[in-house]
């Protein structure tokens, strides 16, 4: 082989590697379990749950309880933000603004249990996570009624879901929230919502995406394949790589 035919190959070689199109990266997501208020015991297991959800579903997954990293430069990093269970005041204003122009600009949430215990004294992030928490009563088996099971985050699930949880009585809860399941009052003691007690939702947000369930109190909960297929569905639709609603 002569030395010009050689140097042609090495330059037609290299021109082909060159031009070839990047390995897509891998969708991240952040997710954030600081709290002010009432500590969660099951924190540590839905982190590693949600990393195990990265990991058999192709998406990175970072952690933090800092709510520093809440800047719009970071948060551009991630196609959804999971709030597990946080508690009380966690941001200062500056925070609140970038999270807000996260949302806007067409990013992703994913509350989970007591992501509605947070930021009271903040009426956007009430609205974006779609209800706050009141009250709450013993922990107890109850009926959750799936009364849309045509999403990613329901169509596994019983029509009738019978487990054990802590049931959350809600306040302001948004009116254009597109409910997935409600508790059924009747199955339990110290529901406080009446026949409209809505437990899991999502909806389209102030140019973002938004998804709540109120499940994940008890650490047994990450572990328990029907509830962790039931947040993946609302971390996906969250992270904008899935609809919510599907056609079978």
């Known amino acids: 082989m002569s030395n010009t035919f050689a140097r042609c190959l090495t330059v037609a070689f290299l021109i082909l590697i060159f031009t070839l199109p990047a390995t897509a990266k891998k969708k991240r997501i952040l997710v954030f379990s600081k709290t002010a208020g009432f500590y969660h015991q099951s924190i540590p297991a839905g982190i590693a749950a949600i990393q195990q959800l ?7 997954v970072d952690t ?33 603004a970038a999270f807000e122009q996260y949302i806007k600009a067409g990013g992703g949430y994913a509350g989970i249990h007591a992501a509605t215990d947070t930021e009271y004294g903040w009426p ?20 959750l009624n799936v009364i849309n099971t045509k999403t990613i985050a329901t169509r596994h699930l019983p029509e009738a879901w019978k487990r054990k949880d802590e049931w959350y009585n809600f306040k302001a809860i948004n009116p254009d929230l597109k409910v997935l399941i409600k508790i059924d009052e009747s199955s339990y003691k110290g529901g406080a919502n009446g026949d409209n ?20 109190h008890v ?30």
Request: hydrophobic share 40%.
């Open 54 to 60: 990265g990991r058999e579903n192709d998406f990175e």
């Open 64 to 96: 933090t309880k800092n709510a520093a990293l809440f800047t719009l430069k970071n948060l551009k990093k991630y196609a959804a933000v999971v709030f597990l269970s946080t508690t009380g005041d966690v941001f200062d204003e500056g925070q609140q």
């Open 124 to 143: 956007w992030y009430g609205k974006l996570a779609g209800a706050w928490f009141i009250s709450h009563p013993a922990q107890q088996v109850a009926t």
């Open 197 to 216: 007690h809505p437990m899991s939702w999502y909806h389209d947000f102030d140019g973002g995406r938004s998804f709540y369930t109120a499940l994940g």
């Open 219 to 248: 650490e047994e909960s990450y572990t328990d394949p029907l509830f962790l297929k039931h947040i993946l569905g609302g971390i996906q639709y969250a992270m904008g790589v899935k609809k919510m609603e599907t056609v079978l």
